[in-house]
Protein backbone atom coordinates (compact mmCIF):
# COMPACT_ATOMS: atom_id res chain seq x y z
CA UNK A 1 0.00 0.00 0.00
CA UNK A 2 1.25 3.45 -0.97
CA UNK A 3 1.69 6.15 1.40
CA UNK A 4 2.03 9.75 0.99
CA UNK A 5 2.47 11.91 3.73
CA UNK A 6 3.21 15.88 3.23
CA UNK A 7 5.22 17.81 5.81
CA UNK A 8 5.65 21.76 6.16
CA UNK A 9 5.08 24.74 7.69
CA UNK A 10 1.65 25.85 8.40
CA UNK A 11 2.14 29.40 7.76
CA UNK A 12 4.62 31.30 5.35
CA UNK A 13 4.43 35.24 5.33
CA UNK A 14 4.36 37.24 2.26
CA UNK A 15 7.38 37.21 -0.45
CA UNK A 16 8.80 34.44 1.56
CA UNK A 17 9.10 30.64 -0.22
CA UNK A 18 7.04 28.06 1.05
CA UNK A 19 8.53 24.49 0.85
CA UNK A 20 6.62 21.66 1.44
CA UNK A 21 8.10 17.81 1.36
CA UNK A 22 6.51 14.70 0.87
CA UNK A 23 7.45 11.30 2.10
CA UNK A 24 6.20 8.12 0.23
CA UNK A 25 6.46 4.74 1.88
CA UNK A 26 5.21 1.52 -0.05
CA UNK A 27 6.81 2.38 -3.77
CA UNK A 28 9.66 3.74 -4.58
CA UNK A 29 9.72 7.40 -6.33
CA UNK A 30 12.27 6.22 -9.08
CA UNK A 31 10.35 3.23 -10.43
CA UNK A 32 7.36 4.38 -13.26
CA UNK A 33 5.29 6.28 -11.94
CA UNK A 34 5.14 10.38 -11.96
CA UNK A 35 4.46 12.50 -8.25
CA UNK A 36 2.83 15.57 -7.99
CA UNK A 37 1.68 18.69 -6.09
CA UNK A 38 -1.63 19.86 -6.29
CA UNK A 39 -3.45 22.65 -4.39
CA UNK A 40 -7.04 23.27 -3.69
CA UNK A 41 -7.62 27.09 -2.10
CA UNK A 42 -10.78 28.11 -0.99
CA UNK A 43 -14.01 28.09 -2.88
CA UNK A 44 -11.93 26.53 -6.06
CA UNK A 45 -11.00 23.53 -7.61
CA UNK A 46 -7.97 21.56 -7.35
CA UNK A 47 -4.75 23.24 -9.07
CA UNK A 48 -2.48 21.06 -10.28
CA UNK A 49 1.08 22.78 -9.93
CA UNK A 50 3.60 20.42 -10.94
CA UNK A 51 5.39 16.93 -11.20
CA UNK A 52 8.53 14.96 -10.64
CA UNK A 53 8.83 11.43 -12.78
CA UNK A 54 10.73 8.57 -11.30
CA UNK A 55 13.73 9.82 -13.66
CA UNK A 56 13.56 12.84 -11.59
CA UNK A 57 12.39 15.08 -15.09
CA UNK A 58 10.52 17.98 -13.83
CA UNK A 59 7.17 19.47 -15.16
CA UNK A 60 5.67 22.60 -14.26
CA UNK A 61 2.15 24.18 -14.59
CA UNK A 62 2.48 27.29 -16.82
CA UNK A 63 0.77 29.48 -14.71
CA UNK A 64 3.19 28.78 -11.91
CA UNK A 65 6.35 27.92 -13.34
CA UNK A 66 8.48 31.03 -12.87
CA UNK A 67 8.18 30.47 -8.87
CA UNK A 68 7.60 26.74 -8.64
CA UNK A 69 10.43 23.96 -8.34
CA UNK A 70 10.34 20.66 -7.42
CA UNK A 71 13.12 18.48 -6.46
CA UNK A 72 13.97 14.98 -5.27
CA UNK A 73 15.33 12.85 -2.59
CA UNK A 74 16.12 9.42 -3.38
CA UNK A 75 17.82 7.80 -0.85
CA UNK A 76 15.21 9.55 1.85
CA UNK A 77 12.15 8.85 -0.91
CA UNK A 78 10.88 12.24 -0.52
CA UNK A 79 10.15 14.74 -3.08
CA UNK A 80 10.12 18.25 -2.35
CA UNK A 81 7.78 21.86 -3.35
CA UNK A 82 9.05 25.31 -3.45
CA UNK A 83 6.53 27.99 -4.37
CA UNK A 84 8.70 31.48 -4.11
CA UNK A 85 7.31 35.04 -3.20
CA UNK A 86 4.12 33.62 -2.10
CA UNK A 87 1.39 35.97 -1.49
CA UNK A 88 -2.22 35.16 0.19
CA UNK A 89 -3.55 33.76 -2.81
CA UNK A 90 -1.00 30.50 -2.40
CA UNK A 91 -3.19 29.80 0.78
CA UNK A 92 -4.48 26.71 -0.15
CA UNK A 93 -4.84 23.02 1.13
CA UNK A 94 -1.81 21.60 -0.29
CA UNK A 95 -1.45 17.80 -1.60
CA UNK A 96 0.95 15.59 -3.23
CA UNK A 97 -0.01 12.54 -4.96
CA UNK A 98 1.06 9.37 -7.43
CA UNK A 99 0.16 9.72 -10.78
CA UNK A 100 -1.63 6.30 -11.67
CA UNK A 101 -1.32 6.00 -14.92
CA UNK A 102 2.13 6.36 -15.33
CA UNK A 103 2.53 9.20 -17.29
CA UNK A 104 1.07 13.27 -16.91
CA UNK A 105 -2.75 11.60 -16.78
CA UNK A 106 -3.41 13.57 -13.88
CA UNK A 107 -5.33 10.44 -12.67
CA UNK A 108 -3.96 9.86 -9.36
CA UNK A 109 -4.59 7.17 -7.17
CA UNK A 110 -2.79 7.85 -4.06
CA UNK A 111 -3.34 11.16 -2.07
CA UNK A 112 -0.94 12.88 1.01
CA UNK A 113 -4.32 14.03 3.37
CA UNK A 114 -3.27 17.43 2.67
CA UNK A 115 -1.63 20.49 4.68
CA UNK A 116 -3.10 23.52 5.01
CA UNK A 117 -0.86 26.28 4.29
CA UNK A 118 -1.74 30.03 4.83
CA UNK A 119 -0.06 32.85 3.87
CA UNK A 120 -0.05 36.05 6.07
CA UNK A 121 2.04 38.37 7.62
Known amino acids: QVQLQESGPGLVKPSQTLSLTCTVS?????????WSWIRQSPGKGLEWMGA???????YYSPSLMTRTSISRDTPKNQFTLQLSSVTPEDTAVYYC??????????????WGQGTQVTVSS
Open 97 to 110: ARDGTGGLGRSWDY
Open 26 to 34: GGSIVFYYY
Open 52 to 58: IDYAGRT
